[in-house]
């Protein structure tokens, strides 16, 4: 089945405390994305990768990592987690028509 | 980059038509048409995209008006599980990334 895979789905951290939320596509896809749901501010772009080794800020990227290694994984790196970061993350990628397929999300708290 | 604009909600009854309308009226010549929804709890989902002639395909059809500066998306028969937030989208930028709205909450009454 294709998918977009996340994990953890639900983490608790503390401020301070390097943490790394994984997110895996089985499509083939060049083109990854991360995105942050908050609360009447919507859906926001944080990193955007064109492909292996390429990757570009969103529009939200301060706090954030991303790295491209392999084309099927995109993970999100937070090196020092703030309570600002706490929020619903997804991970999504696109195929060849321009349509993105977005994982289950990851709810993160950072107290 | 063109914005878009959706009426934050709409009601629909069971088993009838829905037309969401978008206005995205500073729309350029080579700007796609994108839909997606979000149920609770969930990402975003893709639903369809166009350019300029009207599509069709199993979730839904998007009639896109003929100087391009509106679209409707068409659901035939809502269903409950179609209670959502629907996203009118213009990608943009030289990767065309995805910039999400308000939406439309779409509610589906029995």
């Known amino acids: 089945e294709a998918q977009v895979t996340q994990n953890p789905r639900y983490l608790i951290t503390v401020t301070g405390k390097k943490l790394t939320v994984t997110c895996s596509q089985n499509?083939?896809?060049?083109?990854m994305s991360w995105y942050r749901q908050d609360p009447g501010l919507g859906l926001r772009q944080i990193y955007y990768?064109?492909?292996?080794?390429?990757?570009d800020k969103g529009d939200v990227p301060e706090g954030y990592k991303v790295s491209r290694k392999e084309k099927r994984n995109f993970p999100l790196i937070l090196e020092s987690p703030s309570p600002n970061q706490t929020s619903l993350y997804f991970c999504?990628?696109?195929?060849?028509?321009?349509?993105?397929?977005f994982g289950p999300g990851t709810r993160l708290t950072v107290l | 980059d063109a914005k878009t604009t959706q009426p934050n909600s709409m009601e629909s009854n069971e088993e009838e038509p829905v037309h969401l309308p978008c206005n995205h009226s500073?729309?350029?010549?080579?700007?796609?048409i994108h839909w997606y929804r979000q149920l609770p709890s969930q990402g975003p989902e893709y639903v369809i995209h166009?350019?300029?002639s009207n599509v069709n395909n199993r979730m839904a059809s998007l009639a896109i008006a003929e100087d391009r500066k509106s679209s409707t998306l068409i659901l035939h028969r809502a269903t409950l599980r179609d209670a959502a937030v629907y996203y009118c989208?213009?990608?943009?930028?030289?990767?065309?990334?995805?910039?999400f709205g308000s939406g439309t909450q779409l509610t589906v009454l029995p």
């Open positions: 499509m083939n896809h060049e083109y």
């Open positions: 999504a990628s696109r195929g060849l028509r321009n349509e993105q397929f």
């Open positions: 990768s064109m492909n292996v080794e390429v990757t």
């Open positions: 500073t729309i350029s010549g080579t700007d796609y």
């Open positions: 166009g350019l300029t």
């Open positions: 989208i213009l990608p943009s930028g030289s990767a065309r990334q995805l910039t």
